[in-house]
């Protein structure tokens, strides 16, 4: 029986489909599970005490949130500490994607879900600091997840959990999610669709449509 795959994702991706309800799914469309997947060290506390994920998901349940992120196992720290610290070097790249970007090139096996599209733009600016080629085909950004998300279950579903749990006032909203629904509501498929090629194209122009993980 084939193993499923192992999945890093980050917090920001984490906090935002616990407060759509949506992890499950996401690992189905994946093909992992629970115990195949892992978390950042510091991701149950930002959603206890993390002023953003309240701004990003007032109305978001974080108790219940939080319980389910212990669940996931946490990702154990790279072993080249000269590597994580020239991807935290570089800018645009934090301190919790260095950690996850490290132990993936220790790791080939590793697949990594983010919401951070500027990482991805910064690691393709010259001068290199890592072989781009090892991670080709293992990183997921956040808007393919719920592109995919939205196959499964419909965009008006995905739509409906995202108002139900987001901010009245659009500059706290999440930004890749707000490009897709807009401001109007209910959101037209082909809008929703315009606006995910939009998140999509944003990253791919600078690293290539080949590169990230195809779902």
Request: charge should be neutral.
């Amino acid at each position: 029986m084939l193993h499923p795959p192992r999945l890093c994702i980050d917090s920001d991706a984490l906090v935002n489909l616990l407060a759509l309800g949506c992890l499950a799914d996401a690992l189905t469309c994946i093909g992992c599970t629970d115990s195949s997947s892992y978390r950042l060290p510091n991701t149950v506390a930002q959603l206890e005490r993390a002023k953003w994920v309240g701004e990003h998901w007032p109305k978001a349940d974080r108790v219940a949130m939080a319980g389910a992120a212990r669940r996931l196992a946490v990702l154990p720290p790279p072993q080249d500490i000269a590597v994580q610290s020239a991807l935290n070097s570089r800018e645009g790249i934090d301190d919790g994607e260095a950690y996850i970007l490290a132990k993936a090139l220790e790791d080939r096996s590793l697949l990594v879900l983010t919401g951070d599209g500027r990482m991805i733009r910064a690691l393709h600016q010259p001068p290199e600091v890592i072989d781009l080629q090892s991670l080709r085909g293992r990183v997921i950004l956040f808007p393919q997840m719920i592109g995919a998300l939205a196959n499964r279950l419909s965009v008006a579903e995905v739509e409906s959990r995202w108002r139900a749990a987001a901010p009245e006032l659009a500059k706290h909203r999440q930004k890749s999610l707000s490009v897709m629904f807009g401001s109007a509501s209910p959101t037209r498929a082909e809008d929703f669709w315009s606006g995910y090629e939009l998140q999509i194209s944003r990253v791919t122009d600078v690293c290539g449509a080949g590169w990230l993980h195809s779902l």
